[in-house]
């Protein structure tokens, strides 16, 4: 039988390397292919050693350069069209998830073969251009300089011919809106969470969780995401510090890694562990394959990020029905009601953290309430099947107009 629809995502990295978008690109590809759909995958070998085309719930080609750094992935300006002038011949709709590097590429390749494109803003920034100020401010330039300027004024030209556009909530849409993007050509589709793995468990399986992973009996809180100074990682040490203090028997446990992200943090932080002796009541697990038992062994999810696009690591704990501790920054704004099915505090406010933290440790029935409702907030807004759902029906509609 032929597939429904041939589609093309293309995306700066793919799994096996780990992270939020490689997370998101996996659900979308699988979820469509699940659903008859032909789904091709294309991306940066990020990881040596892996293979340069796969077959499994989906087609996954890789191309060069191979392997990890900040700037290796700007090789994908030169070796993504030759594999594009074929590749877009075979599809129906190309989707670009994160148009910052890879739009205008995918945008020429799909305008020569008349094909339709959907691209999806992954970052704050990516159509402002204000992703790339830390990038310019060390070669002393800001979006404002002559040549920057009209460069992206040049660039977003060319991107409007996309077909259609996907932010993940509505502080993305504004910045398409406020850039000049018709509002009828963007959609909000948030992330989704596989809500039936990301889920709560009982008593007795978080304490067999904990035994296997080594962790103590005593409450645990967990951060998961990349150890970088905008998740508010050096605020929650310092709250940690006195916060722990009042109790012993808690542990904070971070999961994951900075990578080769230039606001990377994990050596700084272990220092402070170091320095204040808080070996025993801070754990660095490093990156896991896995972040399901993690966050089902644990009590309390902290996430006192300062920037966020919209915070899937978030959406996973509230499925597993962990009450949190958050930000209302980029679209976490758009889900988190402080007090119902999170504590909400002030991007780096030390002290609010340990008021926080110490709340939800002191009281049990208020940390069940808000882990309860997370929990359906999570599976009422963000589950994969709406998600793919949402997706699904756009593309369809982009393929209709596009058909004569």
């Given amino acids: 039988m032929s597939p429904r629809l041939k589609v093309l995502l293309v995306t700066e990295t793919i799994l096996p390397q780990l992270g939020g978008g490689e997370t998101q690109a996996d659900l979308l590809a699988s979820g469509l292919a699940a659903r008859g759909h032909g789904v091709t995958v294309v991306a940066r070998r990020s990881i040596p050693g892996s293979p340069p085309e796969e077959q499994a719930r989906y087609r996954v080609l890789r191309v060069g350069p191979d392997g990890g750094g900040r700037w290796r ?21 190309i989707v670009v998830s994160g148009f ?6 995918v945008i020429k390749a799909a305008r020569a073969a008349n094909k339709p494109v959907v691209l999806k803003a992954d970052s704050p920034g990516e159509w ?18 002559l040549p920057i ?6 660039r977003n030209r060319r991107l409007s011919q996309a077909a259609a556009f996907v932010a993940m909530g509505e502080s993305l849409r504004h910045e398409l809106l406020s850039g000049g993007v018709a ?25 067999h969780l904990r035994s296997r992973l080594g962790l103590p009996a005593g409450p645990v809180l967990i951060f998961c995401g990349r ?51 808080l070996h025993g ?25 300062e920037r966020e696009a919209f915070g899937l690591a978030l959406v996973e704990a509230m499925a597993c029905g962990l009450p949190s501790i958050t930000t209302t920054v980029g679209a976490l704004q758009d889900f988190v009601e402080d007090g119902r099915n999170a504590i909400v505090v002030t991007p780096g406010d030390t002290a609010g953290l340990k008021t926080a933290m110490a709340r939800l440790l002191s009281d049990l029935q208020l940390a069940d309430t808000i882990g309860q409702a997370a929990r359906e907030v999570a599976v009422d807004r963000f589950s994969a099947e709406r998600v793919v759902t949402d997706w699904e029906s756009l593309l369809m509609s982009v393929v209709r107009r596009q058909r004569p």
Wanted: hydrophobic share 40%; proline share 7%.
């Fill in 73 to 93: 992935k700007w090789g994908l300006l030169v070796t993504l069209p030759p594999v594009l002038r074929s590749l877009v011949l075979e599809q129906d709709v």
């Fill in 100 to 105: 910052r590097l890879l739009g205008l590429p």
């Fill in 128 to 145: 402002s251009g204000e992703y790339f100020s830390p990038g310019l401010a060390a070669w002393r330039l800001t979006r404002e300089t």
């Fill in 149 to 154: 300027r009209r460069w992206l004024a040049s």
């Fill in 183 to 207: 509002a009828d050509r963007v959609s909000v589709i948030p992330n989704g969470v596989d809500t039936h793995r990301f889920a709560q468990v009982n008593p007795e399986t978080r304490q």
């Fill in 227 to 277: 150890l970088v100074r905008y998740k508010g990682l050096e605020s929650l040490l310092a709250a940690w510090n006195d916060t722990s203090r009042m109790h012993p028997s808690a542990t904070l446990v971070l999961v994951g890694e900075g990578g080769h992200d230039m606001d990377a943090c994990g050596t700084q932080l272990r220092a402070y562990v170091t320095d204040r002796g």
């Fill in 281 to 305: 009541r801070v754990r660095f697990v490093g990156a896991v394959q896995d972040p399901v038992p993690w966050l089902q062994a644990s009590d309390i999810f902290v996430f006192p990020t």
